[in-house]
């Protein structure tokens, strides 16, 4: 019975401002509702509370002079926080800086798709499996179906598809380039995503989060960035 792979870089894992987004979503919530609660409704508050004490049990004027430090000191911390907000804001978007240089340049990327032009042949490489004996590329469309599978080389060198099956160009667009390793009895010992390459045509933030844009609009994080070259 022929494998199929398992492993595809079209689910990739969430980035970390994607994991922290519930949370980061729940603190702005928070600053919201503090705010709404300024200086100046605190003293209506306070005005109309001295208006309906009983004149017979006056409030203790010290539990006033506490709400009123309580209120400030909460007030405080809302601006510190906004401010420390502006300033991450801030170091992110200049963080994005030292990436532009990438523009322009092709990339070696791990666990991402390749993208096929129409003409130009894909490139790809594995870092091989010391118990195969027999190696598999398996390429695969976005919405997983198999589009071509062939023989490949077991070890990392860069290797090539031409994009064609049956002597014809396939449809322009994003595939997934995977390994299938079998051992002498064919069975098989392990499959892999190949390191795939393309030019970085952006560097752009995404809910904080800075991506890398390739030929055909592929994405990824920069860590996905194995090595640079003309």
């Known amino acids: 019975m022929q494998a199929s792979p398992t492993v595809s870089p079209f689910n990739p894992l969430p980035s970390a401002g994607q994991q922290s987004n519930s949370g980061g979503a729940t603190r702005s919530s928070s600053n919201a509702t503090l705010e709404s609660v300024d200086f100046e409704n605190f003293l209506t508050l306070l005005t109309a509370q001295l208006r309906n004490q ?21 007030e ?57 004996t027999r190696v598999e590329t398996v390429i695969t469309s976005s ?10 080389l ?7 598809w031409n994009g064609k099956v049956d002597g014809q160009p396939v449809s ?39 991506k890398i844009v390739l030929n055909g609009g592929v994405e990824l994080r920069p860590e996905q960035v194995l090595g640079l070259g003309q």
């Not at 009983?54 to 309580?70: G, H, I, K, Y």
């Not at 990327?109 to 499996?129: E, L, M, Q």
């Not at 919405?143 to 490949?152: A, D, H, I, L, Y």
């Not at 077991?154 to 090539?160: D, P, R, Y």
């Open 143 to 152: 919405t997983g179906k198999e589009v071509t599978r062939f023989p490949s």
């Open 76 to 132: 405080q911390l809302v601006n510190v926080n906004n401010k420390i907000d502006d300033l991450a804001s801030a170091l992110v978007a200049e963080g994005i800086d030292k990436f532009a240089s990438w523009i322009g340049k092709q990339a070696e990327v791990a666990s991402a798709p390749a993208y096929f032009d129409g003409a130009t042949p894909v490139d790809y490489r594995f870092s091989g499996n010391s118990k195969a």
């Open 172 to 210: 322009v667009g994003s595939y997934a380039v995977t390994a299938l390793y079998y051992d002498s009895q064919d069975n098989l010992v392990g499959e892999e995503i190949a390191n795939t390459f393309g030019g970085v045509q952006a560097v752009r933030l995404d809910d904080g989060d800075t």
């Open 54 to 74: 009983d004149p017979l049990d006056p409030s203790d004027s010290t539990e006033f002079v506490a709400q009123l430090a309580q209120f400030t000191s909460v």
């Open 154 to 160: 077991n070890g990392s060198v860069t290797q090539s």
